[in-house]
């Protein structure tokens, strides 16, 4: 286990380059309106789902 540690630290001091603060930027702008497109179509299908669920349940109590 204390090899693999090594290891990994060994990795990350040579291996790993982080992007620059513009790169950083572009990224967090992606992931952002990912995010939000991706919770509103959550949500209309969630809504979708809410409405034949209502409707169904509606349906078979009249």
């Known amino acids: 286990m ?4 090594k290891e990994s630290i060994e990795e990350l001091k040579h291996n790993v380059t982080l992007p620059t603060k513009a ?4 990224l967090m702008v992606v992931v952002a309106v990912f995010s939000v497109v991706f919770a509103l179509a959550i949500w209309g299908v969630d809504s979708a ?14």
């Open 2 to 5: 204390l090899q693999y540690i």
């Open 49 to 62: 789902l809410s409405q034949l669920i209502q409707l169904y349940f509606n349906n078979i109590i009249n």
């Open 23 to 26: 790169e950083a930027s572009n």
